[in-house]
């Protein structure tokens, strides 16, 4: 139980280009979904959490006019990076969690890798 | 500012032994710690969560504690396999650092046969 399904896995574009990243709760309804980047050896850092139905809350220092995130059902939030440049390119990686409450478990997907040339 | 400190150099074991990694955080005092695992290019997979008013919790093979007053938990694979090769990572929230999870950089475990 608790899957969570992201794609694409991986993309490869021109800079300039938009890319949207699709994130599902395939068997259990999400409260909250998470979108974090992922430099090689280094921690998870949280870009934004989202509510079904309502804003994303972006952390400091993360773009909302550059990182557009919808969450507009219990099973579905997507991730648009608007046109994307070479240092966008990273590893970006949703999750999900069944409850609100800080001490649910959170349960990931595998992950975009975003290569922009 | 918040910090959890996970051991940046890799953990190398010889299968059936224990392997015993250590996450230790300053200035934050969570509600609770979890544990997931995370193999290259995928994403992390939840393992295990503690509460602040926990000792120690099992699982299977695993065990955790967590010390608040030392501001650490261990986390121990015991009869450990090579399938446990893996990054293990900690993650803290709740408490002082409100709604929140933060999660450690990650220990490397290579598990050898």
């Known amino acids: 139980g608790a899957v969570v399904s992201q794609h694409p896995s991986w993309v490869i574009c021109k800079s300039g280009t938009s890319v949207k990243i699709e994130c599902r709760s395939l068997?259990?309804?999400?409260?909250?979904m998470f979108w974090y980047r992922q430099f090689p050896k280094q921690s998870l850092m949280l870009m934004a959490t989202?509510?079904?139905?309502?804003?994303?809350?972006?952390e400091q220092g993360v773009e909302k006019d550059k990182f557009l995130i919808n969450h507009a059902s219990l099973t579905l939030s997507t991730l648009t990076v608007t046109s994307a440049h070479p240092e966008d390119s990273s590893f970006y990686i949703c999750?999900?969690?069944?409850?609100?409450?800080?001490?649910?478990?959170?349960?990931f997907g595998d992950g975009t890798r975003l290569s922009i040339l | 500012s918040q910090k959890i400190e996970q051991n940046s150099e890799a953990l190398n074991i010889q299968e059936g032994k224990t392997a015993t990694l250590t996450c230790n955080y300053t200035?934050?005092?969570?509600?609770?710690l979890q544990w997931y695992r995370q193999d290259p290019g995928r994403g992390p997979v939840f393992l295990l969560l503690?509460?602040?008013?926990?000792k120690e919790k099992r699982k299977e093979r695993l065990k955790v504690t967590f010390d608040t007053t030392l501001k650490q938990s261990l986390f121990h694979i015991t009869a450990s396999q090579p399938a446990d090769s893996a990054t293990y990572l900690c993650?803290?929230?709740?408490?002082?650092?409100?709604?929140?999870?933060?999660f450690g950089a990650g220990t490397r475990l290579f598990v050898k046969a």
């Open positions: 999750s999900a969690s069944a409850g609100p409450a800080v001490n649910q478990p959170q349960h």
């Open positions: 068997d259990f309804q999400a409260t909250t």
């Open positions: 989202s509510n079904e139905g309502s804003k994303a809350t972006y």
């Open positions: 200035n934050y005092s969570p509600a609770y």
């Open positions: 503690i509460r602040e008013n926990e």
């Open positions: 993650a803290l929230g709740g408490g002082t650092g409100g709604f929140k999870t933060i």
